[in-house]
């Protein structure tokens, strides 16, 4: 049978106070409805629906690049109107409703849910609260058959005693959706077509409603405020450092570990406290990365040490390399085995030939620098005419002293030496040495300047 997932995201999320759809809210660096689009990719879905209602053009902006089927709710008139929404565009078999402000739903859950389905058989995901206030009840006969969902607002004193709810995700078939859905009525408290009613008239027609319950309530617990946001945050991080722990990688503390993204490391990695990780990041065996850092999809190789609140992003790192206290790596950093960026250093579009060192204080970029290259502290390639950027060639074994300019383009060969508070524009021949800061002048026994005596 073909799966069509529809993903509920009409609603308008006021308390979230912003201006911005909830469901575009992020968690762990990506959108909550990416989550769950993620998610229901896994199960493999024939089609995937997003309902949109408030800030639609927004959400389908943010979705551009995604597969999915939009069907606008213009008006909220409830969950039964916002799937009523995609009937025309199902498929012939299966359906499964989702919500786009549920971000932690896992793939497990779903697909035990959908192994439910038959004709003559629907599956509801349950869950049971110590306080159910709001949610709709799950009613169950004598025997103990579920067999109608009661909105809290509807439902009578006995019927709120009940404390397993409707987590609001359903699988059924098309065919029952397209039978129940014309039916029903906005008669209720809320007057609005609920998606619930479904279970009663399954319930009238002998068609069997299986419940299910996710292995964690974190899955289906869904967001309305920033304080739940950054509850499920929390609990997200907190499987994510578990997950990382499992497969050996040392967190000094698990609970100050951010993951936006992929992080892959390999044997022994050790990470300190504060550090932040964006998009596909990999670190090698060995690796140590100090206390508050951000990583950014970049390739960290082998047994390097990133010290302290160094920020590095689209960099590739061979190994054995050290970095920091405090360097800023920008895109298209590429180190080779053993080179050093040290503190107060800032490279872009560079590459770092082996064992070369860029120490203290500099900024390299738009320069290729070949092997055991020595940049002294305070060297700027000037690689910008204020219109166009130019490229510094440095080869191997050159030693650029302290406070130079490098004014691109311009090329230094290899084993030559560059004086320390030179500005060179001209290009450096091998094993040459260059210096362009005016001479030192001296003076023997020079009587400083004295102030006028006042009359
Ligand atoms: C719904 C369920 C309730 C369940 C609860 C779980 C119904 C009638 N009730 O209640 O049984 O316990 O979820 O959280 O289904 N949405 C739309 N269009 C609409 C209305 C809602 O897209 O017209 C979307 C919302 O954006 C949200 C989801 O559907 O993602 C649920 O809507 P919400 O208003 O939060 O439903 P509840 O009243 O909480
Ligand atoms: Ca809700």
């Not at 579920?146 to 004193?157: G, R």
């Not at 906005?186 to 998606?195: K, P, R, T, V």
């Not at 497969?247 to 390999?266: I, N, T």
């Not at 060297?379 to 060639?393: M, Q, V, W």
Request: proline share 4%; with cysteine.
């Amino acid at each position: 049978m073909s799966l069509d997932v529809v993903i509920l995201a009409a609603g308008q999320g006021t308390r979230m106070r912003s201006p911005r759809p909830k469901v575009l809210h992020r968690l762990a660096g990506k959108p909550m409805v990416c989550h769950v689009l993620d998610t229901a990719r896994q199960l493999a879905a024939d089609r995937l629906h997003v309902v949109v209602g408030h800030g639609s053009e927004a959400v389908r902006v943010a979705l551009a690049d995604h597969p999915v089927h939009f069907a606008l709710q213009a008006e909220q008139k409830g969950t039964g109107h916002a799937v009523a929404q995609t009937l025309e565009a199902l498929g012939q078999g299966k359906v499964l409703v989702l919500y786009g402000d549920v971000p932690l739903i896992r793939r497990e859950t779903l697909e035990a849910l959908l192994a439910q389905v038959s004709e003559t058989r629907l599956g509801l995901l349950t869950v049971t609260l110590d306080d159910p206030t709001g949610y709709g009840r799950v009613l169950r006969n004598a025997a103990g058959e579920a067999v109608a969902i009661v909105e809290h607002k509807d439902a009578s004193e006995r019927e709120r005693a009940v404390r397993e709810c409707n987590t609001g995700i359903l699988a059924l078939t098309t065919a029952q959706l397209r039978r129940w859905l014309p039916r029903l009525s906005a008669d209720n408290a809320q007057g609005e077509y609920y998606l619930t009613d479904v279970i009663a008239m399954a319930a009238a027609e002998g068609v069997a409603i299986a419940t299910a319950q996710p292995a964690d309530p974190l899955e289906v617990e869904g967001v309305n405020d920033r304080k739940q946001m950054a509850r499920l945050e929390r609990a997200y991080q907190a499987q994510l450092a578990e997950r990382l722990m499992v497969q050996g990688v040392a967190l000094l503390d698990p609970a100050r570990l951010d993951v936006r993204g992929e992080l892959r490391c390999g044997h022994d990695v050790e990470i300190d406290v504060g550090c932040v990780f964006e998009g596909e990041v990999e670190l090698g065996e060995g690796v140590r990365i100090g206390a508050h850092c951000v990583i950014r999809d970049s390739h960290i190789g082998a047994e390097t040490r990133v010290e302290p609140h160094s920020v590095i992003e689209g960099a590739v790192i061979a190994g054995r390399s050290r970095i920091g206290p405090f360097a800023r790596l920008r895109p298209g950093s590429r180190l080779a085995v053993g080179a050093k960026v040290g503190n107060f250093v800032e490279t872009k579009n560079v590459e770092v030939g082996e064992g070369s060192k860029i120490n203290h204080l500099s900024y390299v970029g738009d320069a290729s620098l070949g092997r055991d290259v020595n940049i002294g502290a305070g060297t700027i390639t000037c690689n910008y005419d204020g219109a166009n950027k130019h490229r510094t060639e440095i080869g191997d074994a050159a030693f650029i002293g302290s406070n130079s300019a490098l004014v691109a383009p311009v090329s230094i060969g290899r084993g030559a030496t560059v004086g320390a508070g030179s500005t060179i524009s001209k290009d450096v021949a091998d094993n040459a040495l260059a210096v362009s800061r005016a001479r030192q002048v001296s003076k023997a026994d020079w009587p400083r300047p004295r102030k006028a005596k006042q009359h």
